[in-house]
């Protein structure tokens, strides 16, 4: 390597780092993504300007061929299903690690018998964790899309055969490094590996899934780390490790929101498929109120509290619920709205979807901040949002929301909830709140609903 293409990718390096850093905030996070974009540009120009390329066809058709598929799908991805189109881009990540480490044990052919241990060794790793990622991550994202049922798959010994599974492939990539001329055992091990991929996700629950998708990017970074060592790639085994460790930092995030353990999300079997609202539901009644009786309440409010979820992004509401905000704040009223660390289905959703309206960030506030001032605030106003104030997580010991912090929206003095029926939230849970005296039910597609607000208090 060239001193030009060393320093080339220790710029590229130090934009990661800087880039991920300011992902950190909303303040920075367009631009860090902007630092990163252009690192990972600086890295393919300089990988691509190498040497050892010494034919461009394959890898035009390549470029030509993966970016407009990835451009079509970016475009026309709903925002509600961006886990999934995650979810499959981190298992193409890992499954691309795996066959770059195939295709160099074929290049290297019979001088593989020379290569060091550790090239062997993370050749075998990079085939085991790519293979795997690809074949999770394919199963997460149906699980999500609904391809495939959400409801954890159980069966006797699961644990125990996946466990057996990883430790015969352990062992076959032992045998490799040890002899690397016999060459059958690649394809075995890849096909164990893709096994183990499939057993592993689909005891999950659908609900666990966001969790499931944050681990596999984490694995796809390592695949591509190990794929790194393989080709002596510096940058790839920067960029690998940083996607490996910053996608284990974000599953322990998640994991924390929700109150569970990382064992118990890859291994308790929780959550079922979604469904309609549990049979206690029928025998309490809710007052339902229309959008003139909400009007009146909004307009006689001094502070509002606005906590949105996943609905707001179903109903793509988010621009005329800041037009709600901003009249009302032009009324003197105090508004701001509470983020719950798990609102909508992805980390940030919340976030990314407000900033798309051009909330301001000072308005946004995470529920630490928050969940104190509900006391003293006259209307929680819920759009689309269940799960993140659903009083159950506090006390209910058998419920998939036990031990989940929630935002405090039954302490203000009315709870507002605008959705579409009684139906429960990701977590199948009955929310208690609903039934509550003082809350009012404003049923109706959530886009609908507020605009029918704005509509009133311009009156
Ligand atoms: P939620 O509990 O899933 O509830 C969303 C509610 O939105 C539903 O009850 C639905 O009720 C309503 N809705 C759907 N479409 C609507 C529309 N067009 N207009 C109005 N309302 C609509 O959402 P959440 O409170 O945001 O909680 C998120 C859940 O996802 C949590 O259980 C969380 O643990 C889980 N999760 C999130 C992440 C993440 O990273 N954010 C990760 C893992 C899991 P109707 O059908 O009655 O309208």
Redesign the pocket.
């Known amino acids: 390597m060239n001193v030009i293409t060393a320093f080339a990718y220790l710029l590229a390096s130090v934009l990661f780092i800087l880039g991920l850093m300011m992902l950190s905030s909303p303040k920075t996070a367009r631009r860090g993504n902007m630092l990163g974009a252009t690192g990972m540009l600086i890295a393919i120009v300089v990988t691509l300007t190498d040497q050892r390329v010494i034919d461009y066809t394959y890898i035009i058709a390549g470029l030509i061929i993966g970016g407009t598929i990835g451009l079509t799908l970016a475009v026309r991805v709903k925002m509600t299903a961006m ?1 999934q189109l995650v979810g499959m881009l981190n298992g193409f990540g890992g499954g691309a690690s795996a066959m770059v480490a195939y295709a160099e044990y074929l290049r290297m052919g019979d001088s593989a018998a020379f290569a060091g241990v550790d090239v062997l060794i993370t050749m075998g790793l990079g085939l085991l964790i790519g293979t795997l990622t690809f074949f999770g991550s394919m199963i997460a994202a149906a699980k999500l899309q609904g391809t495939i049922g959400g409801a954890p798959v159980l069966y006797p010994l699961q644990k125990q055969s996946n466990a057996l599974l990883l430790l015969v492939v352990v062992v076959l990539i032992v045998l490799f490094v040890l002899d690397p001329s016999k060459s059958y055992l690649l394809p075995i091990i890849i096909g164990l590996a893709a096994i183990l991929g499939v057993t592993s996700v689909i005891p999950i629950g659908g ?5 499931v998708i ?1 681990l596999m990017n984490s694995y796809s970074g390592l695949a591509g780390a190990m794929t790194g060592f393989v080709l002596s790639n510096n940058v790839l085994i920067i960029a690998g490790t940083l996607v490996g460790t910053s996608g284990i930092i974000l599953t322990n995030i ?1 994991c924390k ?2 109150n569970r353990s990382l064992g118990n999300v890859l291994f308790a079997g929780v959550g079922t498929d979604y469904q309609g609202p549990a049979a206690e539901t029928e025998q309490r009644t809710v007052v339902r109120y229309t959008p003139d009786d909400a009007a009146f309440m909004l307009e006689n409010a001094q502070s509002v509290i606005i ?6 992004a ?2 793509q ?1 988010q621009h005329v619920l800041q037009e709600l905000a901003s009249n009302l704040i032009a009324r003197g009223k105090t508004v701001r709205y509470a983020i ?11 976030n990314v979807l407000l900033a798309e309206a051009n909330v301001p960030y000072d308005l946004l506030l995470e529920m630490d901040q928050i969940n104190d001032d509900f006391q003293n605030t006259d209307v929680a106003l819920i ?8 009083p159950a997580a506090r006390y209910k010991k058998d419920s ?2 036990y031990g ?1 912090p929630i935002l405090n929206a039954d302490f203000a003095q009315t709870v507002m909830v ?10 199948g849970e009955d ?1 208690e709140l609903f039934y509550n005296k003082k809350t009012m039910m404003v ?5 609908a ?1 507020v605009t029918g607000l704005v509509q009133l208090l311009k009156q």
Request: net charge positive; aromatic share 6%; proline share 12%.
């Open positions: 886990p609900a666990d899934m966001p969790v944050s998640m929101a929700m906590i949105p979820g996943y609905g707001l179903v109903a509401a719950h660390p798990v609102a909508g289905r992805m980390p940030g959703h919340m759009i689309g949002a269940n799960d993140v104030v659903n998939p929301l989940m605008c959705k579409r029926s009684l139906n429960p939230g990701f977590a929310n049923f109706g597609d959530a886009k609903t």
